[in-house]
């Protein structure tokens, strides 16, 4: 039987579901797996710099002895944009990330999101759409363009994301154009 799990990377007006696991011809360098958190495709994000400046600051003053370590992150390939949280989530963060984001795209700053997840680091490009959200984290199409997510079900009782850098030579079936099936 194919194994419970399967990726999803795009490009342009394309994209592909990769049933099984992942292309390993898709990626460059390694897929990094972490643990799958949240009640859906999400992962615990530890950090998230912008031009060297840290936006996802935890733990506000007045949360005794309770320390946030990471926010989840959801992956989801119907969302455009990368949706970073507008508020401080009742306290448990320092500050809004996407105000601090504003305010250095104000000041001129132009780098790389820098998201950090179970150790590794994963860059969107400063020209990718990122938004504002309530409180939600999701790390939308911009991922899915450049990387290829992996959702691993294999062990139901630890379920498991990936991500590797697609590779830039990698063609991504485009809409319309004739598939082809991995055996």
Known sequence: PMARAFSFTAAGTGG????????????????HVFPMVGWAYGANVSS?????HEILNFGAADLP???LRGYVGEFDSGTTCVLLPNSTYGGKLANSPFQMLLDLQNQGV?????????GKTFAIPFSECVEPADTELILGDPFFRRFVVLHNMTDLKSPQMGLGKRKPSYQVTQYGAPTTTLV
């Not at 998230?48 to 060297?52: A, C, L, R, T, V």
């Not at 132009?110 to 179970?118: M, N, R, Y």
């Open 65 to 67: 002895n309770e320390t």
């Open 16 to 31: 592909e579901l990769q049933l099984g696991g992942y292309d390993p011809s898709s990626i460059e360098g390694d897929m």
């Open 48 to 52: 998230i710099s912008y031009g060297g």
């Open 110 to 118: 132009q780098e790389d999101l820098v998201f950090t997840i179970a």
